[in-house]
C-alpha cells in the first residue's frame, strides 16, 4: 500500500439519531468534522479518543486524513456514529484490518434507539400517578 495513491473511499456510520458520513484519503492524519478540527469538534477528550480508537489500534493515525459530516443525535451519538464510519472505511481499504476491527466490536451497529413515547403515559416506561380519590 505504501506508495500508492487511493481513491477517497467513503462510508456511512450510525448511532442512535446521528448520522456521520465519512470520507478518508491519504494524507497526515487530518480529522475534519463539519468543516471543524476534531478537537474543537469535539471539545471532550472521551469522545476525541472515541472517534480515534479504529485508527489507534490499526496504527493508521498518521496514514489518512479523515472528513466527516455528522448530523442529528447528541455528542456520544456522532462521536460513536463517527468511529463506525471510520472503522468500515479502514475496512475496505484494508481487508487485513477487519478481523481485528470486527472482534473489538467496531464494525457493530449499535442497534439501541430510543424507546417511543405511549399514548396515554408520560413516556415510555412512565406512567401518569395513579389517584385513588
Known amino acids: 500500500m ?3 495513491v487511493i481513491n ?3 462510508a ?6 446521528a448520522v456521520a458520513r465519512v470520507k ?9 468534522v463539519n468543516l471543524r478540527s476534531l478537537e474543537s469538534y469535539f471539545p471532550l477528550e472521551e469522545h476525541q479518543k472515541i472517534v480515534k480508537q479504529p485508527l ?3 496504527d493508521t493515525l498518521n496514514k489518512y486524513d479523515i472528513s466527516a459530516n455528522i448530523r442529528g443525535g447528541g455528542l ?5 456514529a463517527l468511529r463506525l464510519g471510520i472503522a468500515r472505511a479502514l475496512a475496505e481499504l484494508e481487508p487485513e484490518f ?4 470486527r472482534k473489538l466490536g467496531f464494525l457493530t451497529r449499535d442497534p439501541r434507539m430510543k424507546e417511543r ?3 396515554g403515559q408520560k413516556g415510555a416506561r412512565k406512567r401518569f400517578q395513579w389517584t385513588k380519590r
Do not use: C, F, H, M
Not at 98 to 101: F, G, P, W, Y
Open 117 to 119: 413515547k405511549k399514548y
Open 24 to 32: 478518508v484519503t491519504q494524507g497526515k492524519g487530518n480529522i475534519l
Open 2 to 4: 505504501e506508495g500508492k
Open 76 to 80: 456520544s451519538g456522532q462521536a460513536a
Open 56 to 58: 489507534e489500534i490499526t
Open 12 to 17: 456511512v456510520g450510525r448511532r442512535k439519531e
Open 8 to 10: 477517497p473511499i467513503i
Open 98 to 101: 477487519k478481523d481485528k476491527l
